[in-house]
């Protein structure tokens, strides 16, 4: 059964949805499903945070007798729900999900999949008997799947080798990597892990991996070089308010988050507190108001990794949070032909030098992902109706999920 072919059965059914953890994902999530009532029914909200909490109430009109501080205590409701999308802390997902499939619920589950091998393989089991997906968005992603289209086109023969690279960007990279949560790799995951697992998984699809022993880890290497104490300018201040540097500084935390307004949608203002009030206490109290050459973070702003493929692909992938700009950029070689793609547009060199060119910028500028969050649950809600499998099922998503487990360790031993 097709994508499409589910749409039509949800016109005649709703899934009865309980989203675990209110972070910025879902969110978005969450304005997916309610914008879709004849598809979905939003069974309960679960989210630690009570300000979180407050704020799920105040956006959508949440009855209260929906809302839960802890997933036993939905449990324990006795509500009813057909499936659960996972978004919490990292470290939670595992427990979470195994939870939930234990209850018989479909899952959609942030990533990472888990924190180690063994827990990937106790998820995909559990998951035999009910729809079960990763949130891997590049499989959605209407450019990355024209790549993966042209990449089958005949004429170009096999595939030989991906130079990929992904360049974070200094506002993603500082904000998450530097600053936030995902700054310090035991309290998260590594950088690798959560930032390149789309990645890993959008080019082992590629290369038609079927398993983890398909896959040959050749090197990695990685470095902290930027966003450490050694780069700091002499005049930098601990907090960039009280910084002489901050109407100058690239990195400056007044500049993002007070005059553009990027990346705020997690400071929540307390009872009576202005949004911009909001700000301002977290440049002068928070986390997000610290330079970020003085911070405490250990997770590498660059890193490179190659891989063989059982067939004889060749794949180098580098991690780049240090350039001033963000995208994706990939190379593919094949016996007669390539693909690059690079500042969303795609050009195919074929034989005897026949050439197509792509512009998909316009798409590519198109929110949530180009429309790829909405596909997801798309796919989540048509599968658990239908009972296909997604197209980043559990079983599909293990090969990428372990692979990125094994590179993340092996560089964090060569870092050690």
Same mark, same amino acid.
């Given at each position: 059964?097709?994508?499409?072919?589910?749409?039509?059965?949800?016109?005649?059914?709703?899934?009865?949805?309980?989203?675990?953890?209110?972070?910025?994902?879902?969110?978005?999530?969450?304005?997916?499903?309610?914008?879709?009532?004849?598809?979905?029914?939003?069974?309960?909200?679960?989210?630690?945070?009570?300000?979180?909490? %407050?704020?799920?109430?105040?956006?959508?009109?949440?009855?209260?007798?929906?809302?839960?501080?802890?997933?036993?205590?939905?449990?324990?409701?006795?509500?009813?729900?057909?499936?659960?999308?996972?978004?919490?802390?990292?470290?939670?997902?595992?427990?979470?999900?195994?939870?939930?499939?234990?209850?018989?619920?479909?899952?959609?589950?942030?990533?990472?999949?888990?924190?180690?091998?063994q827990e990937c393989r106790q998820l995909v089991a559990a998951s035999s008997n009910v729809t079960a997906g990763l949130c891997y968005i590049l499989r959605y992603h209407p450019y990355f799947r024209?790549?993966?289209?042209?990449?089958?086109?005949?004429?170009?023969?096999?595939?030989?080798?991906?130079?990929?690279?992904?360049?974070?960007?200094?506002?993603?990279?500082?904000?998450?990597?530097?600053?936030?949560?995902?700054? %310090?790799?035991?309290?998260?995951?590594?950088?690798?892990?959560?930032?390149?697992?789309?990645?890993?998984?959008?080019?082992?699809?590629?290369? +038609?991996?079927?398993?983890?022993? =398909?896959?040959?880890?050749?090197?990695?290497?990685?470095?902290?070089?930027?966003?450490?104490?050694?780069?700091?300018?002499?005049?930098?201040?601990?907090?960039?308010?009280?910084?002489?540097?901050?109407?100058?500084?690239?990195?400056?935390?007044?500049?993002?988050?007070?005059?553009?307004?990027?990346?705020?949608?997690?400071?929540?203002?307390?009872?009576?507190?202005?949004?911009?009030?909001?700000?301002?206490?977290?440049?002068?109290?928070?986390?997000?108001?610290?330079?970020?050459?003085?911070? =405490?973070?250990?997770?590498?702003?660059?890193?490179?990794?190659?891989?063989?493929?059982?067939?004889?692909?060749?794949?180098?992938?580098?991690?780049?949070?240090?350039? =001033?700009?963000?995208?994706?950029?990939?190379?593919?070689?094949?016996?007669?032909? %390539?693909?690059?793609?690079?500042?969303?547009?795609?050009?195919?060199?074929?034989?005897?030098? +026949?050439?197509?060119?792509? =512009?998909?910028?316009?798409?590519?500028?198109?929110?949530?992902?180009?429309?790829?969050?909405?596909?997801?649950?798309?796919?989540?809600?048509?599968?658990?109706?239908? +009972?296909?499998?997604?197209?980043?099922?559990?079983?599909?998503?293990?090969?990428?999920?372990?692979?990125?487990?094994?590179?993340?360790?092996?560089?964090?031993?060569?870092?050690?």
């Amino acid at each position: 059964m097709t994508i499409a072919d589910g749409r039509k059965l949800m016109n005649r059914s709703r899934v009865k949805v309980v989203i675990i953890g209110f972070g910025n994902r879902a969110r978005k999530y969450l304005r997916y499903l309610v914008s879709k009532p004849g598809s979905a029914l939003v069974a309960a909200v679960v989210e630690r945070d009570p300000v979180r909490l %407050r704020e799920a109430v105040l956006e959508f009109s949440l009855p209260s007798g929906i809302l839960f501080s802890s997933f036993d205590d939905f449990i324990a409701s006795g509500i009813k729900a057909d499936a659960a999308i996972v978004a919490t802390n990292d470290d939670s997902h595992y427990q979470l999900a195994l939870k939930a499939l234990g209850l018989r619920m479909s899952v959609l589950l942030e990533k990472p999949m888990a924190e180690t091998e063994q827990e990937c393989r106790q998820l995909v089991a559990a998951s035999s008997n009910v729809t079960a997906g990763l949130c891997y968005i590049l499989r959605y992603h209407p450019y990355f799947r024209r790549i993966a289209e042209l990449s089958a086109t005949e004429s170009l023969g096999r595939l030989k080798s991906v130079h990929h690279k992904v360049v974070v960007g200094i506002d993603r990279m500082t904000h998450t990597f530097v600053r936030g949560l995902w700054s %310090r790799a035991k309290e998260s995951s590594p950088v690798f892990v959560s930032k390149c697992c789309h990645d890993v998984d959008w080019l082992l699809h590629l290369a +038609g991996c079927k398993s983890v022993s =398909d896959v040959e880890l050749k090197s990695a290497e990685s470095s902290l070089s930027l966003y450490c104490v050694g780069a700091a300018p002499e005049q930098a201040a601990l907090r960039c308010i009280d910084c002489p540097l901050k109407d100058s500084c690239r990195y400056s935390a007044v500049d993002l988050y007070l005059k553009r307004g990027e990346w705020t949608d997690n400071f929540i203002p307390l009872q009576g507190e202005s949004k911009t009030e909001a700000i301002e206490r977290e440049l002068r109290e928070g986390d997000f108001g610290r330079c970020v050459f003085h911070c =405490d973070n250990d997770v590498e702003d660059y890193s490179k990794v190659e891989y063989r493929i059982k067939g004889g692909v060749e794949i180098v992938m580098e991690m780049d949070g240090i350039t =001033d700009g963000d995208g994706r950029e990939s190379l593919l070689e094949f016996e007669k032909g %390539r693909i690059e793609a690079k500042a969303n547009c795609i050009r195919m060199i074929g034989p005897e030098g +026949g050439e197509l060119f792509e =512009d998909w910028n316009e798409v590519c500028s198109l929110p949530s992902h180009a429309g790829a969050d909405e596909e997801l649950i798309d796919d989540f809600l048509s599968s658990v109706i239908s +009972g296909r499998k997604m197209l980043c099922s559990f079983e599909d998503a293990y090969i990428s999920a372990v692979t990125c487990l094994i590179t993340a360790n092996y560089l964090s031993n060569q870092n050690t």
